[in-house]
């Protein structure tokens, strides 16, 4: 089998989900207008679409067309932009950049921040309803409803968001640090991969599959970005390496050392890649994301 | 006919939608306990859950049961007491009280507040989305989740903010102003309205006449809002009357007086009672409500 081309396909899955975005979410008029702006500047400033990507990979797995599921899997990236800049806001993070740009606040101010974060939550949900008026049974998209809602949530991603907060300035053990990182970033990529199988028509089994997949990943992804801090190079990152030991973070290397953070993240790329040993060629973008963790530069 | 009993009603339905709330939204275990802990802080602070019971009212004149109804109209407090958190913080009204009792920040710190905040705006569509599994066709769910999004997001509630955030010491019109309260309070009561109508069973002309009492329902709340602000008493507000002035909003008094803005209180009440002239002794609620607005106390 000849290598699969993971950089054109993610550039590709990428600039579908960027026009998709375009078109769904267009800037108003009237005096509201400036919301939707500021959404939109943090919305297009350079994100991977990473969420986005899983939602349709799963889908291609579960054998669907991807037509329909393009709006939730923007809905995703909404979901994603929102907690960004809330988490920058000076009460969260304090971050005055990322990737590179001033974060929303910097540019907007914060109430307008606050506002815009807001509104890309609520519209997300009716990106998510979409799929109905595609041929998607209307229970099933009632189901990718809840599945973003306990994802995005309190049992997921705000859920790791406040337990960030607890664990700030605090010595906390690894399992402590893993759980976090399961609600603030596994919970909501895990929730990405089930909600594209759903929407591609895939039964109980993959759907488990794509849990397990997207668990391991997001760990993977978690204990990696950790290392970048460590010793990614700042231009190709888009931040400051060591931002993390600087804030007090625990991080992976900081608990395990850098040796070791590189095992256990290899370790959990192997596992995601287990998860997909039933499926055929069309889980081959899935295995290729999991495997290019190992070798990420940014 | 004798006179409706509205403070009965409206204990009643209180309690009722107080009940419903105590069990749909627990606190979790776990680090993350604490952004359930201040989410509820804020739902249960005294809230007249105004929207909760237009929702009902809005079902009983559609004919249907309310049982099905209720996750729906506890969703929409838990919408308005997210906007009321964020919009207390101190980059946008930097409220400390609000019905007496200390703010959200106040209590649990800003960056707490915000994800409570995001909690229940988020965790408020599962219970949208809940009437399906209480017998109500999942098109109609749906049905509710968009207009629940085009009510409390940059089209309507979250529209209004950014509206108000534009016109702050700013001089505007009687239009702009009005155009403002029409999507910052007016969109998510109408929303509430016609989200109850749609999982009561309503049909169209019902759909548009829950629009339409909505519509004038929140512009005469707004107006004799302000007069109370100019002419209220403390202790039964819970708050400080002339805030509005030493913060230099623009009301209608402040735009129209006192006395033309009681008669535009009386002319919205009046249109709000002709939307519901079809309809029998259903309505009788909705028109209570509407009346008692011109002599409300707090």
Chains 1, 2 share one sequence.
Do not use: W
């Not at 054109?8 to 600039?15: P, T």
């Amino acid at each position: 089998m000849p290598e699969f081309e993971l950089k054109a396909y993610l550039a590709q899955r990428k600039q579908l989900i960027d026009s998709a975005l375009e078109d769904l979410f267009p800037i108003p008029s009237g005096l509201q207008k400036k919301v939707v702006e500021a959404a939109r500047y943090s919305l297009f400033a350079g994100g991977k679409r990473l969420r986005p990507i899983l939602c349709l990979a799963a889908a291609d797995v579960a054998g669907g067309p991807i037509e329909p599921v393009i709006p939730a899997a923007c809905a995703l990236e909404m979901i994603h932009t929102y907690s960004l800049i809330h988490d920058d806001l000076p009460a969260m993070d304090n971050d005055d950049f990322r990737r590179g740009v001033p974060t929303n606040h910097k540019v907007f101010g914060e109430a307008i921040a606050v506002l815009a974060g807001d509104a890309l939550l609520t519209e997300a949900f009716e990106f998510l309803a979409a799929g109905a008026g595609n041929g998607v049974p209307p229970d099933r998209v009632l189901e990718v409803i809840r599945i973003a809602v306990r994802a995005s949530g309190y049992r997921g991603m705000i859920g790791g968001q406040m337990i960030d907060l607890e664990c700030e300035n605090r010595k906390v053990d690894l399992a402590t640090v893993e759980y976090m990182h399961v609600h603030k970033t596994g919970a909501l990529l895990s929730g990405s991969l089930e909600i594209g199988a759903i929407l591609g028509g895939g039964d109980d089994p993959l759907l488990k599959a794509m849990k397990n997949y997207g668990h391991h990943l997001g760990l993977a992804f978690q204990i990696t970005d950790d290392l970048l801090d460590v010793e990614g190079d700042a231009t190709l990152m888009g931040k400051t390496p060591g931002s993390d030991q600087a804030k007090n973070k625990m991080t992976y290397p900081a608990l395990l050392g850098v040796a070791q953070s590189r095992e256990a993240a290899a370790e959990h790329v192997n596992r995601a890649l287990e998860a997909l040993e039933s499926f055929d060629e069309k889980a081959e973008p899935l295995r290729a994301i999991a495997k290019y963790l190992l070798v990420r530069k940014a």
